[in-house]
């Protein structure tokens, strides 16, 4: 709406928009080709773009109809779901499903690896096939609630409390950073010294593994969002997704700075640190070689900052890594990127 508002008046502003969106959101990198072989198809015929192209006869009258059919909008050439229009139903004995639900209902959400022998003594006692664990798990994703409880919170007046789960974005199965900055992991090391609570804030670029880390008194939310600003003042790339697991030093103030700076907050699952690998391979690292020799620093955490940030430089600049071929992960960066991008140098015609 404010897009509008700008270009309110212009002849024509709002049907650029309106395409200049649908590119950059709705058309995938296949369609935009999909539709370059059949602007070259239209031009030369069918036998020139299937030499040249290595497509079927077929598959360009399929993307020709689609493109028709679509309006002649490019994002109707977008690869679709290939799911089958009918598909075989999961039909099990309701005593089977119903002995699920109590399972879950008893034990609450007991998973379906220990549901599975529970199951089976039930089925073997009926003479009832008893279903894999694999399908007693998708029997539990077929159910509308999940066969899921939730625990339940009751004030002092008898009235229950309801608790909703608030959404959190998880960072995708697949994913693999392709550039510096792709993705930013975080995480908190822990320590008790002396009576004394002390914490290591670290962070690792996934593509790079260039890292950094800072101690702190503190365990709140503030503190974690000043560390992100000395990251973003020393980590020469814009991140584009943050990674962190569920702590409560990642909420609040440091999540309303990710979105103040439009990025993405992934969350792990809990207990799962697997999901976060690199900055937990990091946190090893650090202790082994540097906190566990300066461990009574910690107490005074500028003393044991200046000291660290010197661990640090050789860390970033000189320590060889495995994962770069025994290269540091600025030689690393200084290799990817050879030459300084003066794009946006004042021009002159010096």
């Known amino acids: 709406m404010q897009i509008i508002r700008v270009g309110y008046g212009v002849r024509g502003f709002r049907r650029v928009t309106d395409y200049a969106i649908r590119w950059s959101r709705m058309v995938t990198k296949k369609a935009e080709q999909k539709a370059k072989i059949l602007a070259f198809f239209q031009k030369h015929g069918p036998k020139i773009t299937q030499d040249a192209f290595g497509v079927s006869r077929r598959a360009l009258y399929l993307w020709k109809a689609a493109l028709k059919q679509g309006g002649g909008k490019t994002e109707a050439l977008n690869e679709k779901s290939r799911r089958p229009v009918s598909v075989r139903l999961r039909i099990w004995p309701e005593a089977v499903k119903e002995n699920i639900r109590h399972l879950r209902a008893e034990h609450p959400n007991l998973g379906k690896d220990k549901i599975h022998p529970l199951l089976k003594r039930f089925c073997d006692e009926r003479h009832l096939v008893c279903p894999s664990q694999a399908t007693i798990g998708r029997i539990i994703g077929d159910d509308p609630k999940k066969m899921r409880t939730f625990p339940v919170k009751v004030r002092h007046s008898g009235k229950i409390i309801v608790r909703k789960r608030k959404h959190k974005e998880r960072k995708p199965k697949h994913f693999k950073a392709e550039y510096p900055g792709h993705c930013g992991s975080f995480d908190t090391i822990e320590f008790f ?158």
């Open 193 to 350: 010294l002396d009576g004394c609570r002390r914490y290591v804030l670290t962070f690792t670029d996934v593509y790079s593994r260039f890292s950094f880390a800072w101690a702190t008194r503190s365990h709140a939310s503030l503190a974690a969002k000043e560390f992100l600003d000395r990251v973003s003042s020393i980590f020469p790339y814009r991140l584009q997704y943050v990674l962190t697991d569920n702590g409560s030093e990642f909420a609040k103030d440091f999540d309303l700075e990710i979105k103040r700076q439009h990025k993405v907050h992934w969350h792990t699952y809990p207990k799962t640190p697997k999901m976060n690998p690199h900055d937990e391979r990091f946190n090893r690292t650090i202790q082994e070689e540097f906190i566990n020799f300066h461990y009574q620093d910690l107490l005074l955490p500028e003393v044991f900052n200046k000291k660290l940030m010197e661990y640090l430089i050789w860390f970033d600049g000189e320590r060889p890594h495995f994962a770069h071929g025994q290269k540091s992960p600025i030689q690393f960066l200084t290799e990817q990127n050879p030459q300084e991008c003066n794009m946006w140098w004042t021009h002159t015609n010096a």
